[in-house]
């Protein structure tokens, strides 16, 4: 069974531009997490889409959206890019069985450097 | 903020057992222990994860204090392999809501010839 798959794996944009990442969960995977990290703020949450529809939602500014289409693979949109967005974003699946943990499977993540 | 406290390095030589701690004194009734690891610069990988019984898998044992205020993951027989960041997270099983894993800065395990 193929693993997440992220595109672009890295990405290099300027101040004020906009990017867009893709996720593809394993085969099956319904939920979909976003993570950001950084070396000074570690791993943190972005947000998490289940059915199309976002679940959970970080601490994180507007300039952060995501969506989830019907094949559940999802996509994160980061707008007027700042240079403190320079991270690593990984996006994990999980299958949802109504309710109950199951294990996150993370992909390779994205990294973006913003000049 | 987390509600776990890691060293944030160990060693470890190759072919021993890595005992790698973690306090967790405010976990709640319901909440599991959680280990991921994260190797350099890849997506964290799940390890294990137990509530109050030591488990085991083909991974590690998790050993869990009865007050279930710490816990210990063992990797038995360390490899090169095993050098990663271990990040030891708590969190409640139910209720639907898969994301929002809250990791800490976890403990560097650095594994030496």
């Known amino acids: 069974k193929a693993g997440v798959t992220q595109t672009p794996r890295y990405l290099i944009k300027t101040r004020g531009q906009q990017v867009t990442l893709s996720c593809s969960p394993i085969?099956?995977?319904?939920?979909v997490s976003w993570y950001q990290q950084t070396p000074g703020q570690g791993l943190q949450f972005l947000f998490e889409?289940?059915?199309?529809?976002?679940?959970n939602k970080g601490n994180f500014p507007g300039r952060f959206s995501g969506r989830q289409f019907s094949n559940s693979r999802s996509e994160m949109n980061v707008s007027t890019l700042e240079l403190g967005d320079s991270a690593l974003y990984l996006c994990?699946?999980?299958?949802?069985?109504?309710?109950?943990?199951?294990?996150?499977?993370f992909g390779p993540g994205t990294r973006l450097t913003v000049l | 903020d987390a509600k776990t406290t890691q060293p944030p390095s160990m060693d470890c030589a190759e072919g021993r057992a890595a005992n790698l701690p973690c306090n967790h004194s405010?976990?709640?009734?319901?909440?599991?222990v959680y280990w991921y690891r994260q190797i350099h610069s890849q997506g964290p990988q799940y390890i294990i994860h137990?509530?109050?019984n030591n488990e085991t898998n083909e991974m590690a044992s998790l050993i869990i204090t009865e007050d279930r205020k710490s816990s210990t993951l063992i990797l038995p027989h360390a490899t090169l392999r095993d050098t990663a960041v271990y990040y030891c997270?708590?969190?409640?099983?139910?209720?639907?809501?898969?994301?929002?894993?809250?990791f800490g800065k976890g403990t560097k395990l650095s594994v030496k010839p």
């Open positions: 997270i708590v969190r409640v099983a139910n209720g639907g809501s898969q994301g929002n894993l809250i």
């Open positions: 889409y289940f059915s199309e529809t976002q679940r």
């Open positions: 994990a699946s999980s299958w949802v069985a109504g309710g109950g943990y199951n294990e996150q499977f």
């Open positions: 085969s099956g995977h319904r939920s």
């Open positions: 405010t976990i709640s009734g319901n909440e599991y």
């Open positions: 137990g509530l109050k």
